[in-house]
């Protein structure tokens, strides 16, 4: 099974600054990498897919970026709205496989 | 617009069994694989099951491999998760959720609000 490691934990930002968030496969995924937003008592909303792409009406402030085995989420000027839960996660379709990581709280600093 | 309601959450006792549905609309559903994914109170995401969308070809996380079985019924838009010898570590909310191409499983572009499931005695 391929472990998704992302970090930091918890990442405290005050609205205006830019974050980023780190996820790293324990093998390569090639671009098989989607980044979710989650925020409390909510479903997770897909933000990027392909690693890079973003989803249909997710704002431009929101990037991915890397492949292999290390990618990152840059969110460029964190809005009241982005403070949330982020999740990466691989993606194999088939046979179709899939893990996500442990989650990134971005908190409001 | 793409709405999924899944259903048929509750309390089940360790050993029992339960049956989640997830109803679909908006989307031509029988052109996009459908999955399972489920969350422990407090805890990260975990991909569960996922079925393509003629049905024809399933897939099972190991955790619920043999006990879990995935089906959909096309004529009524709408995909089931029957989970049998349920355990503890089965508590969590269930999404369904829908693939973001008709040509791929994953990755998952909608989601349905979450049916809690409760295993405990």
């Known amino acids: 099974e391929i472990v998704m490691t992302q970090s930091p934990a918890t990442l405290s930002v005050s609205p205006g600054e830019r974050a980023t968030v780190s996820c790293r496969a324990s093998?390569?995924?090639?671009?098989?990498l989607a980044w979710y937003q989650q925020k409390p008592g909510q479903a997770p909303r897909l933000l990027i897919y392909g690693a890079s792409t973003r989803a249909t009406g997710i704002p431009a402030r929101f990037s991915g970026s890397g492949s292999g085995t290390e990618f990152t989420l840059t969110i460029s000027s964190l809005q009241s709205e982005d403070f949330a839960v982020y999740y990466c996660q691989q993606y194999k379709n088939w046979p179709p496989e899939s893990t996500f990581g442990q989650g990134t709280k971005v908190e409001i600093k | 617009e793409v709405q999924l309601l899944e259903s048929g959450g509750g309390l089940v006792l360790p050993g029992g069994s339960l049956r989640l549905s997830c109803g679909a609309s908006g989307f031509t559903f029988s052109s996009y694989a459908m999955s399972w994914v489920r969350q422990a109170p407090g805890k990260g995401l975990e991909w569960v099951s996922g079925?393509?969308?003629?049905?024809?070809?399933?897939y099972y996380a190991d955790s619920v491999k043999g006990r879990f079985t995935i089906s959909r019924d096309n004529s009524k838009n709408t995909v089931y998760l029957q989970m049998n010898s349920l355990r503890a570590e089965d508590t969590a909310v269930y999404y369904c959720?829908?693939?973001?191409?008709?040509?791929?499983?994953?990755?998952?572009?909608?989601w349905g609000q979450g049916t809690l499931v409760t295993v405990s005695s």
């Open positions: 093998q390569s995924v090639s671009s098989n």
């Open positions: 959720a829908k693939a973001l191409r008709s040509f791929d499983w994953l990755p998952s572009d909608y």
């Open positions: 079925m393509s969308g003629t049905g024809g070809s399933t």
